[in-house]
């Protein structure tokens, strides 16, 4: 079954460091979100795209968050610099839709932790 | 502006049992619904997706119900098993897109 690559897996940082997470949606998804979860609360969206255009990031702190989706197809989220409250899973999800008829697909997630 | 609640936060049942776990949402004016289930510093597994014209869904031992008019949702699941010990979340798309608005989620430990 086709499933949304994410990695790495975890990741430990220093504050003001820079870090990126990538990930790989399912051939043929068009739309593609990034969520972040903070522990025991459900994921937040951060940002949506629609094949390599940006469709909201209203919620994407962007003097620190930038994400991008090149080609359409593989995602690349960075922070930069990391503060300590972006320690988060950061969960990258895709659907054949962005009209809210399909499901959601997510993949494991990067667990960033911030010291 | 879309809220999402779920009840209760945690929940602990002898293996076995039946439970239902609740939803509730503030705009009526959805969509659709889905239920997901969150392994402990895993990703979210879609479980159900129940659309607006619906009445409930089912997949093997799982049944999720929704009344849109009261702005709620249930996850019915039969027979429980330690293998279900999860978190499951509910979340409803806020505006016409995929921005999915989730719950906190239910914390559920089945014991052997």
């Known amino acids: 079954e086709a499933e949304v690559a994410q990695s790495p897996r975890y990741k430990i940082t220093e504050k003001s460091q820079a870090v990126a997470f990538w990930c790989d949606p399912i051939s043929g998804h068009a739309t593609l979100y990034w969520y972040r979860q903070i522990l025991g609360q459900g994921p937040e969206l951060l940002v949506q795209?629609?094949?390599?255009?940006?469709?909201?990031d209203s919620q994407l702190p962007k003097d620190r968050f930038s994400a991008e989706r090149l080609k359409g197809v593989d995602s690349t989220l960075k922070i930069q610099p990391a503060e300590l409250g972006d320690s988060a899973m950061y969960l990258c999800?895709?659907?054949?839709?962005?009209?809210?008829?399909?499901?959601?697909?997510f993949g494991s997630g990067t667990q960033l932790s911030v010291l | 502006k879309q809220e999402v609640t779920q009840i209760p936060a945690a929940l602990s049942v002898p293996e076995g049992e039946n439970l239902v776990l609740n939803c509730s949402f503030t705009d009526s004016a959805i969509y659709n619904l889905q239920w997901f289930r969150q392994d402990p510093g895993k990703g979210l597994t879609s479980l159900l997706l129940i659309q607006s014209s619906q009445r409930e869904q089912t997949s093997g031992r799982l049944n999720a119900s929704l009344d849109k008019s009261s702005g709620r949702s249930t996850l019915y699941i039969a027979a429980s098993q330690p293998g279900d010990s999860a978190t499951y979340l509910c979340a409803v798309p806020f505006r016409n897109n995929n921005d999915m608005r989730f719950g906190a989620g239910t914390r559920l430990t089945v014991k052997p």
């Open positions: 999800a895709s659907s054949s839709s962005d009209r809210g008829y399909e499901k959601l697909f």
């Open positions: 795209f629609q094949d390599e255009s940006v469709v909201d």
